[in-house]
């Protein structure tokens, strides 16, 4: 689990750099400056370029060597203008401020526009590659396969499904996801789709009632998430007739329905998925939730280092010393990115839940099913049920 999601992290290192376009340019020489920065070096950084500053972290001033103040040439405390800039730039300077809190002594930081590119940019484009390739997939497979019907004769007999409690845990779940999802790709994609079709005032309006909408019902997203852990971990631990139910892709390879229990082997992929996916959205939300509060990067990212994964991908040593913005700005590209891929697992999970298999909306409708599909796709379960209720007859 921790190996999985480190993979997830420094994919998200990559595609990071990646919005900062360049790689680091060779260090120029720059004995012609005294050591100073160059005009290469404010050209490379105009163009996205990666400039190794550390020949400038240091240079904030020296009160030893400075002329006295006196002086015609003497500097306030040893430091220049540019020294003070630069020292306020690298978060070294001595900085006393009224507001307290994490960031309130942090005045500048480097991570702001290769954030903003990022997210403007490849986040937005992918994201919605994303789900328009998902919904494309979908129609191709219902365009090829059709319905999965129910092959036997229906009985006209039900077998309950699903319990009440079930069946509000995972439909809180669901609808506050999909809310959740639509308020999330206004904040996302509202600037560049929704201003232009409505104008900025009409923009101004939805997008604060999408904000207070997503921050509220994202308690009622983690709440399910909790509930539908706790009932239904137990079926999904995976087990023996889950290896040839995926052998068999469910019944599209080899013909046939496979043996299953309660929950076949790709319910418990979405299963999973949803818990581990859900949980990784729910944490970085509530990053979010609470700024500056709840940084998990910089700690991770030294887990990362020491179990060698960036080095091992080419990667080196990811920067552990992030600024609290910094924080911020990793939390969110981080929600984005794994509620996309959410979005996409869910799409799939709501094609086959309403139109793509006969019989399996009713199952979270009335929580009531057809018998005779409950036989085909899981004939494990309908046997234990079977034999419960026969048990409780015989007492």
């Given at each position: 689990m921790l190996r999985l999601l480190s993979v997830l992290l420094v994919t998200l290192s990559l595609a990071v750099s990646a919005a900062q376009a360049q790689e680091a340019t060779p260090a120029p020489d720059r004995s012609a400056t005294g050591g100073a920065q160059t005009l290469q070096d404010i050209l490379d950084r105009q163009n996205g370029l990666k400039v190794d500053n550390e020949f400038r972290r240091s240079e904030t001033g020296n009160p030893e060597g400075a002329p006295s103040p006196t002086d015609a040439l003497g500097t306030r405390g040893g430091a220049s203008d540019p020294d003070l800039?630069?020292?306020?730039?690298?978060?070294?300077?001595?900085?006393?401020?009224?507001?307290?809190?994490?960031?309130?002594?942090?005045?500048?930081?480097?991570?702001?526009?290769?954030?903003?590119?990022?997210?403007?940019?490849?986040l937005l484009t992918y994201g919605l590659y994303i789900i328009g390739g998902t919904l494309g997939l979908l129609a191709l497979f219902f365009f090829v396969r059709g319905r999965i019907r129910i092959d036997g004769p229906?009985?006209?007999?039900?077998?309950?499904?699903?319990?009440?409690?079930?069946?509000?845990?995972?439909?809180?779940?669901?609808?506050?996801?999909?809310?959740?999802?639509?308020?999330?790709?206004?904040?996302?994609?509202?600037?560049?789709?929704?201003?232009?079709?409505?104008?900025?005032?009409?923009?101004?309006?939805?997008a604060?009632?999408?904000?207070?909408?997503?921050?509220?019902?994202?308690?009622?997203?983690?709440?399910?998430?909790?509930?539908?852990?706790?009932?239904?971990?137990?079926?999904?631990?995976?087990?023996?007739?889950?290896?040839?139910?995926?052998?068999?892709?469910g019944g599209i390879f080899g013909g046939g329905h496979p043996p299953a229990k309660k929950f076949n082997a790709g319910q418990k992929l979405i299963f999973w998925s949803v818990i581990i996916l859900g949980g990784s959205i729910s944490a970085s939300g509530l990053s979010l939730l609470f700024p500056f509060e709840l940084p998990m990067f910089a700690a991770t990212f030294e887990k990362l280092n020491a179990l060698g994964l960036p080095q091992l991908v080419g990667l080196g040593e990811?920067?552990?010393a992030l600024a609290p913005h910094e924080e911020m700005q990793l939390a969110q590209l981080w929600h984005a990115i794994v509620s996309f891929v959410l979005m996409a697992i869910i799409l799939a999970h709501i094609y086959i839940g309403s139109i793509g298999m006969e019989g399996a909306y009713a199952a979270m409708g009335s929580g009531e099913v057809e018998e005779q599909w409950a036989k085909e796709h899981h004939s494990l379960w309908v046997k234990d049920v079977k034999s419960k209720q026969a048990g409780a007859g015989a007492s």
């Open positions: 800039w630069r020292a306020l730039r690298f978060d070294s300077a001595d900085i006393t401020t009224q507001a307290r809190g994490p960031a309130a002594t942090v005045l500048i930081q480097d991570g702001g526009m290769p954030w903003l590119t990022f997210r403007t940019g490849p229906k009985t006209g007999k039900t077998i309950t499904r699903f319990k009440s409690v079930e069946r509000f845990a995972h439909w809180l779940l669901a609808g506050s996801f999909i809310i959740l999802g639509i308020t999330g790709l206004v904040s996302l994609a509202g600037r560049k789709f929704l201003i232009p079709a409505f104008g900025h005032e009409a923009f101004a309006t939805i604060v009632a999408s904000k207070w909408v997503h921050n509220n019902i994202s308690w009622a997203f983690m709440i399910a998430l909790v509930m539908i852990f706790v009932l239904w971990v137990v079926h999904n631990l995976p087990d023996r007739t889950d290896i040839n139910w995926l052998l068999k892709g990811l920067n552990t």
